[in-house]
Every structure is written in C-alpha cells, then in structure tokens.
C-alpha cells in the first residue's frame, strides 16, 4: 500500500520544482525528503524521479503518480474541512423515519427548503408505522422520526426519546352524505354498530386508534377495507361503502359526497418529531427548526378547515426543554408539548339533502327507512 505522507513528498516536489523547496514546504530536511521519494520508489515499484543538472525532474510514472497524489490531498483536506465545520455546518446525511400521512403533508415543502438552504444536506426518509420506527431511531439507524400520538391511544414512549408536537388535529368520522347519521351535529361513536370500516392495515395507529374508540363504545369494528391511505379510504366513503376514521389534514382529499362528522367522545391527532437528546447533529437541529414552521407552510386547507397561529418554538432541540418520554401516560389525555402545538380544527359543514337511497346502509337502517330503500 502507498503511504500517504510519501504520496505527499512526491505532490511537493511537483509544486515546488525541487527537492530543496519541497523540503521547506514541508519543514523536513532535503535528505528527509529523499529518503521519502527512495522509499515511494519500492512501494509503487517505479522511479518516479531522475536527474536533471543539480536537481531532479519527475519522470512519466512520477508525472502520472504526481497527478494521483495531488488529487489526493485535495480530498483529505476538505475532508478535514468537512471535519471542522461539523459542529455548524449542515451537511452530509439526514437519516428520516416517517408514517406516511406526514411524509405526504409535512415533508415535501420542508426538505424542499432545507436542501435549497443547504445544498450538501442528504436526507433520505424511511416510510413505516411508530412501532418499527421507534427502534430503529434507538439502535441509531435513523436520526429523526415524524410520528402519530392518537388521544385514546397515547404512545408509551421508550427511555431516552424526546419529542416534539408539531400539529394538533382534530380526527372526524368520514360518512357518505346519505348515510342516516350523516347529518348530525356531533356523532356518538356508541351509534356506529355494524357500519362498516375503510382503515389502515393492522398494527398502523389509526387502525388502532379505531378499534380501541369502538370497543370503549363497546362496539366490535367491522374492518372490511385494508387501505393505507386515507384518500383511498374516503374514495370507498364517497361511494357509500364504508365509513373511515380520518385526521383533519386528509378532510380536502375528499371526493364529492363525504361528510366529516365531529365524534363523541373527541378524537385527537398529534404529529410529533422524536429524536434522541444528546445526540442531535446539525441537520437534525436544521430540521427540527425547519419542521417549526410547519403552519406556516400548511396554506390553506380547504371547505371547513382553518389553522390557529402556534406559539413560538426555538429553532434548536433543547432537550431539558423537550417533552420527556413517559413510561405511563394517561390514556384519556392527548399527548402535548409546551410549545404549543397547531390546531388543525373544523366547523361543522353545512347540510345538505339526502339522496332517497343510500349504498352506505346497514340493514337495520333499510329496514328504517322502509320504502325509501330501493
């Protein structure tokens, strides 16, 4: 293997035309200096210089090698750059672990701004449920996680994870708009016996979220569809197949004919980012700063959707000032920063005329309805 300080001997004697003022460049001896060139001779098995009158002057292999060599220091100093600044500059690898409801409302418009701010940043995003995110976030496989807390179902959240809310929103029951329900103000969950059910795959937290409100209502869910994402899900509500359990920043991919019913009791969403306090590398910080003006990027939300101003949060993680993970949350209270999270809440829309007959009826509401089902 060549040596490096050698490889650099040679790179001087090409710059500086000379053994003797390669020698000062270097602040060695010219004898130290030869002794370096003798010894990159044997290990390359080339002469890589040849007498030139007093001096010396490459030949073809040390030109080639010459060439090799000073490509080499370049390297190594902005590695040794690089180096320096990584305790300011963001740069390199930003490894995110997702669900994938944020990844399609928060992420885009955030990773758009951090690379455009800092262009040598290389995040990647990981799309899975918190139940596999979480570990990998401890074993260090990923350096941030964008995550659901539901309100019924609040995480119990390992040692040594922090997070912080960064959305609140309000969860609505999706119901064709000719469904006999659908025109109530709020909805009991404890009225939703033998309607069928649009969710997530087993073990995502929605899914979870669902079943554990339904059978609190002492209600056995009839999950037929196995859909991943919401608007898939609401495309089965609009065609009065099932009725899907759907977090407000999902309400405007509605098609025509869905309705968004407020629950009773309230359903809550949080979307929070979780890293590891103590560990936060630039582009983590960068991102967690990023990911605070959330709100800001969300717009406009559509029909029946508004944003409240969120209270400041500071630009990086302090992990004394971070919500602490709890071993035994109270599974009645939404999971909360003291930042302030963004409340994503809905007015009730406006009612409107049912249609005779509804696809989206169990059979004791066709029986109810009598003559009005065809």
């Given at each position: 293997?060549?040596?490096?300080?050698?490889?650099?001997?040679?790179?001087?004697v090409?710059?500086?035309?000379s053994?003797a003022?390669?020698?000062?460049?270097l602040?060695?001896?010219?004898?130290?200096?030869s002794?370096?060139?003798s010894k990159?001779e044997?290990?390359?098995?080339?002469?890589?210089t040849?007498?030139?009158?007093?001096?010396?002057?490459?030949?073809?292999a040390?030109?080639?090698?010459?060439?090799h060599?000073?490509?080499?220091?370049a390297?190594?100093a902005?590695?040794?750059?690089?180096?320096?600044?990584?305790?300011?500059?963001?740069?390199?690898?930003l490894?995110?672990?997702?669900?994938?409801?944020?990844?399609r409302?928060l992420?885009?418009?955030?990773?758009?701004?951090?690379?455009?701010?800092?262009?040598?940043?290389?995040?990647?995003?990981?799309?899975?449920?918190?139940?596999?995110?979480?570990?990998?976030l401890?074993r260090?496989?990923?350096?941030?996680?964008?995550i659901?807390?539901?309100?019924?179902?609040?995480?119990r959240?390992?040692?040594?994870?922090?997070?912080?809310?960064?959305?609140?929103?309000e969860?609505r029951?999706?119901?064709?708009e000719a469904?006999?329900?659908?025109?109530?103000?709020?909805?009991?969950?404890?009225?939703?016996d033998?309607?069928?059910w649009?969710a997530?795959?087993p073990g995502?937290e929605p899914?979870?979220?669902l079943?554990q409100?339904?059978?609190?209502?002492?209600?056995?869910?009839?999950?037929?569809?196995s859909?991943?994402?919401?608007a898939?899900?609401?495309?089965?509500?609009a065609?009065?197949?099932?009725a899907a359990?759907v977090?407000?920043?999902?309400?405007?991919?509605?098609?025509?004919?869905v309705?968004?019913?407020?629950?009773?009791?309230?359903?809550?969403?949080?979307?929070?980012?979780?890293?590891r306090p103590?560990t936060?590398?630039?582009?983590?910080?960068?991102?967690?700063?990023?990911?605070?003006?959330v709100?800001?990027r969300?717009?406009?939300?559509g029909?029946g959707?508004?944003t409240e101003?969120?209270?400041?949060e500071p630009?990086?993680?302090?992990?004394?000032q971070?919500?602490?993970?709890q071993s035994?949350?109270?599974?009645?209270?939404?999971h909360?920063?003291?930042?302030?999270?963004t409340?994503?809440?809905?007015s009730?829309?406006?009612a409107?005329?049912h249609?005779?007959?509804?696809?989206?009826l169990?059979?004791?509401?066709?029986?109810?309805?009598?003559?009005?089902?065809g």
């Amino acid at each position: 293997m060549i040596n490096l300080e050698r490889l650099r001997a040679l790179a001087a004697v090409d710059t500086h035309g000379s053994i003797a003022r390669a020698a000062r460049a270097l602040h060695i001896t010219p004898s130290g200096m030869s002794q370096q060139l003798s010894k990159l001779e044997r290990e390359c098995g080339h002469r890589l210089t040849e007498p030139e009158g007093r001096s010396v002057r490459l030949t073809h292999a040390g030109r080639v090698l010459a060439e090799h060599a000073a490509a080499v220091m370049a390297q190594l100093a902005a590695a040794e750059d690089d180096l320096a600044a990584l305790d300011d500059e963001v740069l390199g690898p930003l490894r995110i672990g997702a669900v994938g409801s944020a990844i399609r409302t928060l992420l885009p418009a955030t990773l758009a701004a951090l690379t455009t701010r800092h262009p040598r940043l290389a995040p990647t995003v990981r799309d899975g449920e918190v139940a596999e995110l979480l570990p990998a976030l401890l074993r260090g496989d990923l350096d941030l996680l964008l995550i659901e807390n539901w309100s019924n179902r609040p995480w119990r959240l390992p040692e040594g994870v922090a997070v912080r809310t960064l959305v609140t929103e309000e969860a609505r029951v999706a119901l064709h708009e000719a469904h006999p329900l659908g025109d109530r103000p709020v909805l009991r969950l404890a009225d939703l016996d033998g309607v069928a059910w649009a969710a997530c795959p087993p073990g995502a937290e929605p899914r979870e979220a669902l079943v554990q409100a339904l059978r609190t209502c002492g209600i056995e869910p009839d999950l037929r569809y196995s859909i991943s994402d919401h608007a898939t899900q609401l495309t089965l509500v609009a065609a009065g197949l099932s009725a899907a359990l759907v977090p407000a920043t999902a309400w405007r991919q509605a098609p025509p004919g869905v309705r968004f019913l407020p629950t009773d009791p309230p359903l809550r969403r949080d979307v929070q980012a979780a890293w590891r306090p103590g560990t936060e590398t630039p582009p983590v910080r960068a991102c967690l700063d990023a990911l605070a003006h959330v709100p800001d990027r969300l717009g406009d939300l559509g029909p029946g959707l508004s944003t409240e101003p969120a209270q400041s949060e500071p630009a990086r993680p302090d992990p004394a000032q971070s919500e602490p993970a709890q071993s035994e949350p109270e599974p009645s209270e939404p999971h909360t920063e003291s930042a302030g999270p963004t409340d994503l809440a809905a007015s009730t829309p406006p009612a409107q005329p049912h249609p005779p007959h509804s696809p989206n009826l169990t059979a004791t509401e066709n029986r109810t309805r009598g003559s009005d089902v065809g």
